[in-house]
Every structure is written in C-alpha cells, then in structure tokens.
C-alpha cells in the first residue's frame, strides 16, 4: 500500500510527459506527411559518379 504513494505520482508525471511530447510533435509539424518516407523505400537511388582518386 504504501508504494501505490509513489507509483501513482510517477505514473501521473509520466503521462504528463508523453502528453506534452505528443503536443510538441503536432505542433512542429512531426505528422504532417506520414506516407512520403514509406514512398520512399520504392525509388530507386540514383548512383553517385566516383570522383575520388586512387
């Protein structure tokens, strides 16, 4: 019993955190396009020309 004292402070700031990071990430834009990175995977690199010297 005595635990639940802390346990439920920690619990409640710990929300509190992932509350304010979540509005953090909507308001900087973080969800804005969430499908171009997945489009991404299906193109295909071009290939750098080699202009290094050996």
């Not at 409640?12 to 308001?27: D, K, M, S």
């Amino acid at each position: 019993m005595e635990s639940l004292y802390i346990l439920i402070p920690i619990a409640i700031i710990l929300v509190c955190v992932a509350g304010a990071v979540f509005i953090w990430a909507v308001r900087s834009d973080q969800f804005e396009d969430l499908e171009r990175q997945g489009h991404n995977i299906l193109l295909d690199e071009e290939e750098k020309p080699d202009n290094t010297k050996r």
